[in-house]
């Protein structure tokens, strides 16, 4: 996973070959080893940081004007990250909220310290040193093995146990990726195989978890292909692991949409 993060990364001409590598990355998410995974989410973060710069245009005004959809509550609430497809990443993983973005004060109302820029800690924006309650809320670090083959450029990659948000930048590189490969998903999830069924249910749910309100796009696919796993063979087989991917992400489909939204499309199956 660091070397497909590092083609991603250090390569300038990626573009060819960028969709390809993208799905492998990203269900490195899902990998049994939980650092592996936790490592995974940190080199997907890098990855947004230069999506961020790359697309500094597009996403200027969104970084500007702190513009937050209403299930963030204004930028209040946020959903604990599924790391491996598993609901709030499972007792071992811990989550932070970063600080949302604001727009701008223009009528002077609000004190110096509360304009606080997207994707900074409450220490990086004032300034301070952080306390050892706050350095505690933000999770002990992940220390990597040294090994003679990794790559120089990722060496100050930081990983940690608690897990924010992704990062604007994350968010946006998955969701354009993402709809190149949801509908071939939506396929895999009634597969006769339990193995493509999980691997299918995986990658769907770490998609979720960086389009958040982007699903919309695909609901109408997305709901028929969830009925029809829960009233086929797979819901039957009593496959726990499946059962617990897919329920996750059902849940994350009620974060994310309105429930009117969804109530209207499942009211008559």
Request: include cysteine.
């Amino acid at each position: 996973f660091e070397t497909l993060a590092h083609i991603l990364l250090c390569i300038p001409d990626k573009v060819d070959f960028e969709p390809y590598i993208f799905p492998y990355l990203i269900t490195g998410l899902c990998d049994e080893n939980e650092e592996i995974a936790l490592e995974v989410f940190w080199l997907m973060e890098k990855c947004g940081e230069l999506y961020e710069q790359e697309h500094e245009t597009d996403l200027r005004k969104t970084k500007q004007y702190g513009f937050d959809y209403g299930w963030t509550y204004q930028g209040r609430a946020f959903v604990p990250f599924p790391l491996r497809a598993t609901w709030a990443g499972g007792a071992g993983t811990k989550h932070f909220r970063r600080i949302a973005a604001h727009g701008p004060d223009l009528l002077g109302q609000k004190t110096l310290t509360d304009h606080y820029r997207r994707d900074e800690t409450l220490d990086a924006a004032d300034g301070k040193e952080g306390s050892d309650e706050e350095e505690e809320e933000e999770g002990e670090d992940v220390l990597l093995p040294s090994r003679d083959n990794a790559w120089p450029e990722l060496r100050d990659l930081k990983v940690r146990r608690s897990l924010p948000r992704p990062r604007l930048g994350s968010r946006c590189w998955v969701r354009t990726h993402t709809r190149r490969y949801i509908k071939a998903t939506f396929n895999d999830v009634v597969d006769f195989r339990d193995c493509t069924t999980v691997n299918a249910g995986r990658l769907l749910c770490m998609s979720l978890a960086y389009t958040e309100e982007g699903i919309t796009e695909w609901l109408q696919p997305m709901f028929a292909a969830l009925r029809k796993f829960y009233a086929g063979r797979a819901w039957a087989a009593g496959d726990s692991e499946a059962t617990r991917t897919y329920d996750c992400v059902c849940k994350l489909t009620g974060v994310f949409l309105d429930p009117i939204s969804y109530w209207e499309q499942l009211r008559g199956s």
